[in-house]
């Protein structure tokens, strides 16, 4: 049985990874053991061990690491460097933009996986959430080259900053629950707001108030005025595509709990019919769900509350725009923590493991047929 490490099991990305792994009957073809750099003893599946203890992480054959960029940068070039061969899968974004790793999303780049195994490739990462959403949601678009350009404005869930931001969003809402209703609304109104800047109002790590508000700005800031969250929807949609798209975009965090919303302008290559854009989009994945452009089916199929906790991706409001040929304007909504984080990375170790017993199997045959 191949030996999968998981690291930050705890966290938002990982606890969602391991109910996967738990549902989708995955834990029984592997022999898992989950690591921790805060927790030590029994974990839910048995000993933990030590998330910087090289000699435990090289016994196995593919490690998750779930834990953030900082781990990676700090254990994965030692590891190669002791001479570990084995599969590295990332959720963090610190190997995206290194040429010898592939951001694995198979539903769009299977192709490119297979080959990367073929050619004996070790480290695999997921893509950024929005930009796996995006592509879940487009994929039967780039797939036909159609696509000239993509402007994307981003609504993005508290929990995509991690467990500790969305436990803070829920101390903030949790804060704000007294409130005399018989008052007047302004008086209201203002009694509200003055909560949100008092000194005690919990943000340490949101920094800021998300309940009753949202943060125009998602990760770092860049010299050309851009976010590194904007930066990224374009470089890892090229990287994952193998193209050269311009891609815009605005990233805003709200106060949704879980899923990733994004309003998508496409400029396509192609002016094609309303029918003919819905049945390509629609064909693309068995996840992708056109839903149609009507108030009703919006507000019932196309929110953070419909979509959570599943991994399904319903684009609506599509509409060919007035602003010329090949111009149209769509909504689409993804549970940024299973297919903009912990799917593709469960699904890629179920590749690997495959890939892995093809190979054995084809070995063994080989030598069966050599033998007198
Ligand atoms: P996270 O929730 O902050 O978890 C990361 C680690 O933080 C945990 O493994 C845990 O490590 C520690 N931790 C600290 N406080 C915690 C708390 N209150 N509850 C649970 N764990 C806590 O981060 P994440 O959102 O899972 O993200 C992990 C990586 O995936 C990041 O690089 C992120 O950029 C990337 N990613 C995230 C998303 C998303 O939607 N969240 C999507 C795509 C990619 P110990 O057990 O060792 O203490």
Redesign the pocket.
């Known amino acids: 049985m191949m030996k999968l490490g998981i ?9 969602v990874l391991l109910d996967r792994l738990k549902t989708c009957g995955d834990l029984e073809r592997f022999n898992t053991t989950l690591f ?4 030590k003893g029994l974990g839910p599946l048995g000993e933990l061990k030590d ?1 910087f203890d090289l000699k435990s992480l090289s016994s196995m054959d593919i490690i998750i690491s ?4 900082d781990y990676t940068q700090n254990i994965h070039p030692r590891l190669r460097q002791i001479g570990w061969s084995g599969y590295w899968i990332d ?3 610190f190997l995206r933009d290194k040429s010898n790793v592939l951001i694995t999303l198979d539903p769009v780049n299977q192709k490119d996986i297979e080959s990367a195994l073929e050619n004996n490739q070790k480290d695999f990462v ?1 893509g ?2 929005t930009v796996s959403l995006m592509l879940m949601a487009l994929g039967g678009l780039f797939s036909k080259n159609l696509v000239e350009w993509v402007n994307c404005v981003t609504y993005q ?1 508290a ?6 931001q969305l ?1 803070e969003l829920f101390s903030q809402i949790s804060y704000l629950k007294e409130m005399d209703l018989a008052q007047d609304i302004l008086k209201l109104e203002k009694t509200v707001n003055d909560k949100l800047s008092r000194s005690d109002f919990p943000s340490k790590s949101l920094q800021h108030p998300l309940i009753g508000n949202l943060l125009p700005w998602i990760d770092s800031e860049m010299e050309n005025g851009m976010s590194k969250e904007e930066w990224k929807g374009e470089f890892e949609t090229n990287k994952i595509l193998g193209k050269k798209i311009p891609i815009e975009s605005l990233c805003v965090r709200v106060g949704a709990f879980r899923c990733h919303s994004q309003a998508l302008t496409v400029k396509l290559k192609e002016d094609i019919s309303l029918k003919q854009f819905e049945e390509l989009v629609d064909s693309h994945n068995q996840w992708v769900k056109v839903i149609p452009n009507n108030k009703a089916d919006s507000l019932k199929y196309l929110t953070p509350v419909a979509v959570s906790g599943s991994l399904s991706i319903p684009v609506g409001r599509i509409r060919k725009l007035s602003l010329g040929p090949g111009f149209f304007s769509l909504f689409t909504v993804g549970d ?2 299973l297919w ?2 912990a799917e593709p990375l469960r699904r890629m170790a179920q590749i690997i493991l495959n890939h892995t017993e093809q190979k054995q199997d084809l070995r063994r045959d080989y030598e069966l047929s050599r033998s007198p």
């Open positions: 690291i930050g099991w705890r966290g938002m990305v990982g606890s921790s750099s805060t927790q998330s779930c834990q953030g960029s959720a963090s974004s997921g950024n959430c869930a929990s995509g900053a991690g467990a500790a436990k940024q923590l903009g984080a």
